[in-house]
């Protein structure tokens, strides 16, 4: 009855350091400030006495066959009932067996065989090399295209420059006359100008002439009155103007261009004489007080407007306030024009080409620079961030051996609990069976009991045996891969170093030989 006690203690204590440990598994040597995931709690269920004797009765059995001197004094091998026992508590070690085949990462669906892998991959894989060959096929690339774009920008840029210079000789011009390229903000200034100019002269008409014509009327000859003055300028001062004052070999003479400006004079001072005239002469037909001559004069007028020249003595304020105002306004869109652009016709646009062509120059010169220069940082600081996956996939390594040696430690605390557990059946059913039978008890009575099905971790688990490590295997491996790790780093910042001094000499030869 004693060993009974015993064992049942014994039981207990196991049972509740095994499950008692699973609380705590998270402190100790392995916690740190980002400890990864742990393994999933997933443990080996110990059979208790007390399920034995519930559904085997080891003890009540063994008064039974003892009270009937079974087994045999002279039997060497176990009872039916010692081996039905053992059965009993096999089948339930071998179902636990089964059922926990593999652990996986707390939070994931990832096995801990893969998480060993993936950190020895990282550990023992010297990825720096393969990074650094990357980056130098990379760079190659880059810098075989930068060669070509540094080719192209100053063969484009001596094309331009030839252009102007060619067109300097051609067209008798200054050497220091160069081509005048207005920035994109002073050219929309320029493009607010004839359109502003539009507008207010429109709106300078309507009000001269609201006192002799309707709403819409007025509108309507304001704004086709405008577009003489304006567009019309606007079209002569870019296609004509600056042929005719700047004969170029792409233009035609001055003799081919002055009928067109001739033409447009005479539209531009007859038009506007026209409305002088017609507004004199209706101002007079609004003042008549007799109706019927008021229409007389009216009618006049309309006449009289056609043929403008013939009355211009009658011409009133208002009529050449609108004279004025049109002229006025054609003269300045006739210089917003002329200057709209370079007024040497097509030396503008060769100016603008050129203008480019050293904006891209530079821009390979500064800007694209600047992107291989800090190539070296970036790929510095890739090269860091590779070094610190290796440490901490180090770090990782022994934290999950750690683990593994938990889940092991509880594989041999099962097994103990087992043979315990065994070891208290087997004695209760022989202590009552000793108890009640008058004969002596077989010899193997006194034999230690077969517990072969019981099996250490490196059977049952193999695949995960090679991970485990005891702890000063674990600090001394641990200790060799951190010195390789800084080793093969150290090494291979300095090669990335050399590589960046060298062909950062050759990019700036290629920039000094731009110039």
């Known amino acids: 009855m004693l060993k009974r006690i015993l064992g049942i203690a014994a039981a207990a204590l196991l049972i509740n350091k095994l499950f008692g440990r699973k609380k705590n598994s998270s402190s100790g040597k392995n916690e740190k400030k980002n400890t990864p995931n742990e393994i999933k709690a997933r443990y080996w269920e110990p059979l208790e006495l007390e399920v034995i004797e519930k559904n085997f009765r080891p003890g009540e059995k063994g008064r039974n066959e003892g009270s009937n001197n079974s087994p045999l004094s002279d039997q060497k091998r176990i009872c039916a009932t010692e081996g039905e026992l053992v059965h009993f508590v096999k089948s339930h070690y071998n179902k636990e067996i089964r059922q926990i085949r593999s652990w996986v990462i707390e939070g994931t669906d990832i096995d801990i065989q893969r998480v060993f892998r993936e950190k020895k991959r990282l550990i023992y894989g010297n990825g720096y090399l393969q990074e650094f060959n990357k980056m130098v096929a990379s760079w190659n690339s880059n810098i075989q295209a930068y060669r070509l774009r540094v080719k192209q920008a100053v063969e484009e840029r001596h094309q331009a420059r030839e252009a102007v210079r060619q067109f300097k000789i051609q067209n008798n011009l200054m050497a220091g006359r160069e081509p005048q390229v207005h920035k994109k903000q002073f050219q929309i200034i320029k493009i607010l100008v004839p359109i502003i100019l539009f507008f207010t002269e429109v709106s300078l008409n309507i009000t001269g002439l609201a006192e002799v014509l309707s709403g819409s009327e007025a509108v309507i000859t304001s704004v086709m009155l405008s577009l003489v003055n304006v567009g019309l300028s606007f079209a002569v001062g870019i296609l004509i103007l600056t042929h005719f004052f700047n004969p170029v070999g792409a233009s035609k003479s001055k003799v081919f261009y002055a009928p067109f400006l001739g033409i447009y004079f ?14 004199a002469m209706t101002e007079k037909a609004n003042m008549t007080l007799d109706p019927q001559a008021a229409i007389a004069i009216s009618n006049e007028a309309i006449t009289a407007a056609v043929y403008p020249f013939d009355d211009l003595s009658a011409i009133t304020f208002g009529g050449f306030f609108l004279m004025l105002v049109g002229f006025f ?22 100016g603008e080409h050129r203008a480019a062509a050293e904006k891209r120059v530079d ?7 600047l992107v291989f220069t800090s190539t070296e940082s970036s790929e510095l600081a890739r090269l860091n961030q590779k070094h610190e996956e290796r440490l901490e996939a180090n770090e990782s390594w022994k934290f999950y051996v750690d683990q593994l040696q938990k889940v092991v430690e509880y594989y041999e605390q099962f097994n103990t609990l ?36 019981i099996k250490p971790f490196s059977t049952n688990y193999s695949h995960l045996i090679d991970e485990y490590k005891t702890d000063a295997e674990v600090s001394i491996i641990g200790k060799e891969n951190e010195d390789r790790i800084y080793k093969e780093y150290s090494e291979m910042q300095e090669k990335y170093i050399e590589f960046f001094n060298n062909e950062k000499s050759e990019l700036f030869s290629i920039v000094e030989a731009i110039d």
């Open 266 to 279: 005479f539209v531009l001072v007859y038009i506007n004489a026209v409305m002088g005239v017609f507004r």
């Open 329 to 350: 306004f054609a003269f300045l869109t006739l210089l917003d024009a002329y200057f709209f652009k370079d007024p040497i016709p097509g030396y503008g646009k060769l």
């Open 363 to 369: 821009k390979i010169k500064h800007e694209d620079t």
């Open 418 to 453: 087992t043979k315990e557990v065994l070891d208290s059946a087997m004695s209760l059913y022989r202590e009552q069976n000793e108890k009640f039978r008058t004969t002596p008890p077989p010899s193997y009575f006194s034999e230690p009991i077969d517990n072969s099905f």
